[in-house]
């Protein structure tokens, strides 16, 4: 369920609704592919907050970004999702991100434009460098 974040400790009501994000997995991998699976989410996440995070700063330096095309593509062996071979890691071996941007600039300055994105993303900082994370079992109820 997404609906909630904290900004500066306070709790702040995102949405309007309560909206469930799916995920299933492709039939060849016993899903019934009714939704995007969790490594497409993360795909389609880095693209996302690389692109907002790039529009956003281009505007804010007074640049218009009047289209961006991305593609967004990731090499993942499922012998590690799988379990089938403790030397292949579950995750991307690698992703590639390719951009094509329409803006207000000269093309020689759309490097400086598209070096926004990555710089500023959260989900690009998060995945590109070491993040804690905790796993743990709640009590069933709580």
């Known amino acids: 369920m997404v609906q909630y974040f904290d900004v500066g400790g306070e709790k702040h009501i995102a949405r309007k609704a309560k909206f469930v994000i799916g995920a ?29 995070s790039m529009v ?3 505007a804010a330096k007074g ?29 991307y ?3 590639q991100m390719r951009f094509k941007v329409d803006a207000d600039v000269p093309d020689d ?10 710089k500023f993303s959260p989900v690009f900082d998060s995945i590109t460098r070491p993040v804690g994370v905790s796993v743990k079992l709640e009590p069933k109820g709580a």
Request: proline residues 7%; negative net charge.
């Open 93 to 95: 071996e690698n992703i």
């Open 24 to 52: 299933d997995e492709p039939a060849i991998l016993l899903g019934s592919d009714k939704a995007p699976n969790p490594v497409e989410y993360l795909l389609h996440a880095l693209a996302a907050c690389v692109t907002t």
């Open 63 to 91: 640049i218009r970004i009047k289209e961006v095309e991305s593609r967004v593509e990731g090499k993942l062996d499922l012998r590690g999702f799988l379990g089938l071979s403790e030397d292949v890691q579950p995750g």
């Open 109 to 118: 300055q759309l490097v400086d434009v598209l070096a926004l994105g990555p």
């Open 56 to 58: 956003y700063h281009a």
